[in-house]
């Protein structure tokens, strides 16, 4: 039995004041396991054990056997049971601070189960002396752990089952080393995100009036709340209502923490959320808006950033040295066929060949005769090969590997081969990984920028990228040679 505010013990104390923080108590708002706790005669010290709901004692008042003096159950004196220790007194322990002795894992599980279903009785289970850490550490590995679930099967799942194949791609290192990235950047961002909300819900909370416990208690509810977020982990639709159950739970927690109406918590708890959503949205707002008023623009996620990604990819394992053949990008497991053709195109991935087989027809891992095809295809190049084409797109980066490039360099061009009427804009791939947009008029001649960038790096220059085609790639002929 102790102070719901200092958590300081309780037992063996006379009086109804805790002696530590000064706050009124009694023992019938505590409950027991039955059988556990004696209840002493403050007269004359006669036990009593409770057997009746909540452990207390049935009737509440009586009159004392050994003193007569009539008595009430929240007059006595309270101790433990004779080889009873103060734990095993408790109905209910808060299951992370007990994990020691129930086992992490189950530990995890009950904690996430009170804060979807019992977030208030979760919150009183919490002593307000317990360390902050343990509670930001909670909402760190549990935040971690959904999020990596929720998302992390789509990327991971293909990737891994393309290596058990024995494909080429990353290789098992590769793999290991970006699912550890992964988790660490989803570890600092929930770390982040929890000790900004905290210390704003904080905040507000001392704006609109008086608390009951400090910073820490508001960490405790933000903390252990985020079990709730467990939700999120559903496929598809988990990520709509995990962050709103964790939003309610941590609302009641915090109205019970810090023991504020329900209002002020709900204002506390919200109002963070809700502002980084509308400056996530002013600054796309804006970024589209700056956008407008130049020639080029970060693109989004598009063919080109996945096309950009791969080369970079498959040069990690391969000394930065990039494919011969945009077409290894698909035998070697980094992306598929249509990847190479925009959408809303009029390309048609039967209708492109590649060393006698249509691109449809390449897969990973690679039959013997797709190995056969790729090894022609290359051979195919002309040594004075500048780019060439697969699809809609013009691989550029003949001529240099990826770890002395200049990250300004081209390596892919999204250059569609029957273009639609309606396209206004294409994609360029740079060298950094990053991505741009131009307008499409600026493919009738190369920018004279890209070139001059070339020639400072001893790379021949570039031609109009509209003339190279499948059976014609892009080729450098020096002045005055036919």
């Not at 805790?18 to 010290?45: A, I, R, Y």
């Not at 977030?119 to 002396?129: F, I, K, W």
């Not at 809609?392 to 390596?411: E, I, M, N, Q, S």
Request: aromatic share 8%; net charge negative; charged share 15%.
């Amino acid at each position: 039995m102790r102070c719901g505010i200092c958590n300081y013990r309780l037992w063996n104390i006379r009086s109804r004041r805790c002696p530590e923080c000064g706050t009124e108590f009694l023992p019938s708002e505590h409950d027991f396991v039955l059988n556990s706790v004696q209840f002493c005669c403050p007269h004359c010290n006669t036990a009593y054990y409770g057997t009746g709901e909540k452990g207390h004692l049935v009737p509440a008042e009586f009159d004392c056997v050994s003193c007569k003096t009539h008595i009430h159950m929240d007059e006595m004196v309270l101790l433990p049971t004779e080889g009873i220790e103060e734990e095993q007194t408790n109905v209910d322990q808060m299951p992370w601070l007990n994990r020691r002795e129930i086992g992490g894992v189950r530990a995890w599980f009950r904690t996430v189960g009170m804060a979807l279903v019992h977030p208030a009785r979760l919150m009183s289970l919490v002593p307000v002396q317990e360390p902050t850490r343990s509670a930001i550490g909670f909402a760190v590995l549990s935040n971690t752990l959904v999020n990596l679930t929720s998302v992390g099967v789509f990327f991971a799942l293909p990737v891994l089952i393309g290596v058990a194949a024995g494909g080429g791609g990353m290789g098992v290192f590769g793999v290991v080393a970006a699912l550890s990235i992964a988790f660490l950047a989803a570890a600092a961002t929930s770390l982040v995100t929890v000790l900004l909300w905290g210390l704003t819900s904080h905040g507000l909370l001392r704006l609109t009036g008086q608390t009951s416990a400090s910073l820490g208690r508001t960490y405790q509810a933000i903390g252990y709340s985020a079990g709730a977020n467990a939700l999120t982990a559903i496929p598809v639709c988990g990520f709509y209502v995990g962050w709103i159950w964790w939003a309610i739970s941590a609302t009641i927690m915090l109205k019970e923490g810090q023991n504020v109406h329900a209002g002020r918590a709900a204002f506390a708890v919200l109002t963070p959320p809700l502002l980084g959503v509308c400056g996530v949205f002013g600054v796309l707002v804006f970024m589209g808006i700056s956008a407008g008023g130049s020639n080029s623009f970060t693109s989004p996620w598009t063919n080109t950033t996945s096309l950009t990604e791969s080369l970079h990819g498959y040069a990690l394992p391969n000394n930065n040295r990039l494919p011969d053949h945009a077409i290894q990008l698909i035998t070697d497991g980094f992306v598929i066929g249509d990847d190479f053709v925009l959408n809303g195109s009029l390309t048609r991935q039967k209708k492109i060949v590649v060393g006698g087989i249509s691109v449809d027809q390449y897969h990973n891992p690679p039959t013997d005769e797709q190995i056969a095809s790729v090894d022609a295809a290359i051979k195919a190049h002309p040594p004075n090969i500048v780019a060439h084409r697969l699809g809609d797109f013009v691989f550029t980066y003949h001529g240099f590997d990826l770890g002395t490039a200049d990250p300004g360099l081209w390596l892919v061009v999204e250059v569609p081969e029957r273009p639609s009427p309606s396209d206004t804009l294409f994609s360029v791939g740079y060298a950094n990984g990053s991505t741009t947009q131009f307008p499409i008029s600026i493919l009738s001649q190369v920018p004279k920028e890209q070139n001059a960038l070339r020639a400072k790096f001893n790379l021949p220059p570039l031609p109009i990228l509209t003339t190279v085609t499948h059976d014609q790639p892009g080729v450098y002929i020096p002045d005055g040679v036919e």
